[in-house]
């Protein structure tokens, strides 16, 4: 008879743990999905889903933190290590897990060290004794549903959270609204944010990526878990339900203000081959009502220095490799294109050497913005705020005269909160957005 070793004694240990069984049973129904391949196992193995009319509900991959040199999870109960290359581990919590060459290092509760090989590791969590419901999993003071993943790259591992469609947007909503605001405008950002979200994990541009979207400003806010009851209400009264625009999903672009004019996405980011999505009718600029007059930031100032600003544009022309990172410095900037709406779409900045550069309204907004030798990202009362401004010279200063907070384009958040509050539905909402555009349940 084998003698029984100091891994098999944590197994026995933690078998008799509350929830354990159940972990057992959910783990080994992965297994048998990814033999069937059902839409969860198909993310998690990097393919992209398709997402059918009335399918099942679609798995996003969330990217929650990257470059990671070290981290520590958290749960009620024992979490479950599947790596690829070496035998799942169910240790107790919490754990704390480092990169090594070929794989992770974990040290449990017990401060016992496993090394698991392989270049990512699912965990997830066991079921919670109190509720029967699938644990979470706690990280970086939030917590977390679905499975979290964890894959090696260069300067560390990045986190990604794989979770199901709707336990992922209450997290969104909640952190995109303010949570006094009405039931309606909620219901209209789970249909944006589910849009937006579907179109990015069926896009090209994500294939080759272990991640559909970010965690943050740069694509949506998201924080694990909620207990916002109007954003859990909202998700699951429009479940299913999207923007389409003939058959297909668009992504349902939203910012904060408008500042009274929308923008068009072709006039902030490609839209062509592989982009073109951002060229369809319901994506441009267009007039419409707008509501979002009592904003706190539907009109701003900011001031920045000639040789500040000349920095930032070279800085932020260097990251990109753009011409205007060889701009002296700036003389002059001008709006030569403005959308329908007479939103600024392209500038023209002239540099002390007459040589002059174009950029989009989009860009520029990001270069002014843009950390630089002697110059760091501005603080928020000097963040320039959206790509609706027009600037004023005065001597070595820029006055930069703003509307809005963001991109302006789709969905504004100010102007949704103020018509839901005067009565308006969401399909006249969505209409004024998105002109065109359907709304469409696919699962």
Not at 39 to 55: D, E, N, S
Not at 97 to 122: C, M, W, Y
Not at 137 to 150: M, S, V
Request: glycine share 10%; aromatic share 8%.
């Amino acid at each position: 008879m084998r003698p029984t070793r100091d891994s098999d004694r944590l197994w026995l240990r933690v078998l008799g743990q509350p929830g354990v069984a159940t972990l057992l049973l959910c783990t080994a129904a992965v297994l048998v999905m990814l033999g069937s391949g059902w839409a969860v196992v198909r993310v998690l193995g990097g393919a992209r889903p398709v997402i059918p009319t009335l399918g099942p509900e679609p798995i996003i991959r969330v990217r929650i933190a990257a470059r990671r040199q070290q981290i520590e999870l958290t749960s009620p109960g024992p979490l479950l290590f599947t790596p690829g290359a070496t035998i799942p581990r169910i240790l107790p919590a919490p754990v704390v897990i480092e990169p090594d060459r070929g794989g992770f290092v974990l040290t449990d509760a017990q401060g016992s060290r496993h090394a698991l090989k392989g270049d990512s590791i699912i965990v997830t969590a066991a079921e919670s004794p109190a509720t029967g419901d699938a644990g979470s999993i706690g990280f970086d003071d939030a917590h977390y549903p679905g499975a979290l993943r964890l894959v090696l790259v260069e300067g560390g591992f990045d986190v990604v959270n794989d979770v199901p469609m709707d336990a992922y947007l209450p997290g969104v909503i909640a952190r995109e609204l303010f949570s006094h605001w009405p039931e309606q405008a909620f219901r209209v950002q789970a249909i944006c944010s589910r849009s937006y979200a579907l179109h990015i994990s069926q896009h090209s541009d994500t294939r080759a990526r272990h991640y559909d979207l970010t965690a943050g400003e740069s694509a949506q806010m998201y924080s694990g878990l909620t207990d916002n009851a109007t954003a859990i209400a909202a998700v699951e009264q429009t479940r299913g339900r999207t923007l389409t625009y003939r058959g297909g999903v668009i992504r349902a672009y939203y910012s904060s203000v408008c500042g009274g004019r929308s923008g068009s996405a072709g006039d902030s980011w490609a839209s062509t081959g592989a982009y073109a999505f951002n060229a369809v009718p319901p994506l441009r600029a267009h007039s419409r009502p707008f509501a979002c007059q009592d904003a706190p930031l539907y009109r701003w100032t900011r001031t920045r220095g000639r040789e500040e600003l000349g920095a930032r544009l070279r800085a932020w022309g260097e990251n990109r490799g753009r011409k205007i990172r060889a701009i002296a410095g700036v003389r002059d900037i001008e709006i030569i294109r403005r959308a329908i709406t007479g939103r600024p779409a392209r500038y023209a900045i002239t540099d002390s050497d007459a040589n002059t550069f174009e950029i989009s309204a989009e860009d520029l907004r990001l270069a002014c913005n843009y950390p630089a030798p002697a110059h760091p990202r501005p603080t928020d009362d000097q963040r320039v705020m959206s790509n609706d401004m027009e600037f004023t010279l005065r001597g070595s200063t820029l006055r930069i005269t703003g509307r809005g907070f963001g991109h302006g384009v789709g969905m504004c958040q100010y102007c949704t909160y103020s018509m839901a509050e005067a009565g308006a539905s969401v399909e006249t909402m969505l209409e004024r957005f998105f002109p065109g555009a359907s709304i469409k349940r696919v699962y």
